[in-house]
């Protein structure tokens, strides 16, 4: 029983066209052309520009190693911390890391379940960013319990002496979360990969290939009563993946949220820094795809419009970390306790002031900001620039958060700035070589844009596709349909 | 059933030329009755399930199991130690009832990592993976599946197969290639 066409309907009708009307493949590119163009980053060889960027991200990760070695066998005083400062750089690094991760899995999971088609294109070379982010976290919890041969401890394993963890302790809620949430991504990350793996085993031309792509494609064949239990997998995986995220950031505020370190100790802790995850992880996938795009020719698949949602989710989560930012110091000073007011003007005025203002200010509250405007979204650059000063942002804001609180306890006498050694720098470093090491092998040897996904966002994967505009619409409720 | 060679024959199978003609093909197939058939496609199709008259996935059950399992692994390795083995104080924290809830982030997480494992592996056990070949791979035109190729695949072993009418069937529903995939 259709009412008559008023003219609203007809307006919200001709929205709707012109939203659906955008496609997320450009060029109207067929089946095989994405497959062409996804495997052959993987097929050809590697461009020169590779070897030059994988030689100088190998030798910071080399020498990274080299200062974790230097630090297990002399011992944490190689570092700057010191009492009060037991937590600085490399607490710092490990939640600037886990937070990284957060957004592959927002992506491949949150999105998933939200029904956007989009993510298509990017969740693949995004939950492999999560895998190595978390690797590189979880470096440094290990290395800076001082006796890293000691570190199996953090496992609830029987020992000789009868010794168990606490389970009550928000650093062993950690041990779990961390653990988890990388054997979830890996898992996810694998289900995903399967169907792209048959496609690079059916393609491959060398027996080396063959057998490799073939024992890790596992026999796939793109059989549909496959893809039914796989689909609900994926669907599971997503489900699970979703609570997951969201609880491991809260895990790790926990970490600070427990103590009675003032700046610390506040419940705002675990929304804010799941926001802040977000946010800094979504700058990071764009630092990493926007050369990838360009270097690879992707532009037909990474489009301007992907850019742009991602712009506007850095946005958003951008606004949320700001507005998280002003809660903190409306409630110092609204509690009226004095130590909570002293630390937060410590925090602007004390000795990291320039870090507030550069790090957590401009480029964590103000940049994102440009994200309001079309053109700045639709312009690489500066989305490449201000993807660059929310990385650089977060960092700092991690490190306010642990070293400036930790700077100015109590007791004024037993105040002390933190300084960092060589061998902390160069272990951060060391964690970006093996992190973007490890991205450039992922995107040598593995389809770094998930083909099987891609493939579903390009019209002619409807089966309704071709019929006339009314039967479409019928069937499948018309407005999500891209034709 | 043999071929005039000596080959055992696995099924017909036939190519479509768009994922709207293998949805078409299929929804003819399974009214035709068959039951051992299948289609092959490089990426999910839309309501292929209904379309072969395939009811939902079981997976669920395996999640469901997997997570109960997690829950229970974790109470007992939290209140095991911490109850019964070493009892341990810290900070003069109390023990009671109202504390029960420090244990829940490791049960979440366990419950999580199991049920994650379950889908993980019922997967591939539910699709008989992973296994080492598959007849369909011995049609050379099959390689194209994981690109831009869609199959149809009636099994010989289907009370309905006969040559003539799988035949007729594939071409009445605009299969191409139409083709005897062997079993060896």
Known sequence: MDSAPTAATETIKAAERRVAHIPLVLNRRNFSWLTERISGVVEQPAPRWWWVAFTITASAATFGLFCIGYQISTGVGTWGNQIPVGWAWDITNFVFWIGIGHAGTLISAILFLLRQKWRTSINRSAEAMTLFAVICAAIFPGIHVGRFWMAWYLAPIPNNWGIWQNFRSALMWDVFAVSTYFTVSVLFWYTGLVPDLATLRDRAKTRVRKFLFGIFALGWRGSNRNWRHYEMAYLLLAGLSTPLVLSVHSVVSFDFATTVIPTWHTTIFPPYFV????????????????????????????????????????????????????????????????????????????????????????????????FWFRWCRRNILVVFFVSMCVNAGMWFER????????????????????????????????????????????????PMIAMSEVKTAVPEADPHYGEPPGIQSISHGGKERTR | MKTPFGHNVYAMAAEYPSAAALYEAAKRVRDAGFRRWDVYSPFPIHGMGEAMGLGKSWLSGWVLFGGVSGLLTAALV??????????????????????????????????????????????????????????MFNWDRFGRVTNDGFFLAIEARDPRFTEEGVQRLLEETGGQHITIVHED
């Open chain 1, 275 to 370: 926001a802040g995850a977000i946010f800094g992880g979504f700058a990071m996938v764009l630092t990493l795809l926007l050369p990838c795009r360009a270097m690879f020719k992707l532009h037909d698949v990474i489009t301007p419009q992907h850019i742009d949602k991602m712009a506007k989710i850095i946005l958003l989560t951008g606004s949320f970390v700001g507005y998280a930012y002003m809660m903190e110091f409306f409630v110092a000073w609204y509690s009226g306790n004095s130590y909570e007011r002293f630390a937060f003007w410590n925090r602007i005025f004390g000795p990291y002031w320039w870090y507030w203002w550069l790090g957590m200010l401009f480029c964590n509250c103000l940049s994102p900001q440009l």
């Open chain 1, 399 to 446: 490190f306010i958060i642990i070293a400036g609180g930790l700077i100015r306890d109590f007791l004024p006498s037993s105040w002390r700035v933190f300084h960092p050694t060589w061998v902390d720098i160069w272990t951060y470093i060391g964690t970006l070589g093996i992190f973007t090491s490890l991205f450039l092998l992922f995107v040598r040897f593995l």
């Open chain 2, 78 to 135: 939290e209140f095991g130690p911490s109850w019964g083995l070493y009892r341990l104080d810290v900070h003069g924290k109390p023990w009671n009832f109202w504390t029960v809830p420090a244990f829940f982030p490791i049960m979440f997480e366990l419950t999580i990592l199991l049920s994650a494992f379950a889908a993980f592996f019922a997967w591939q056990g539910m699709n008989r993976l992973p296994r080492w070949n598959h007849p």
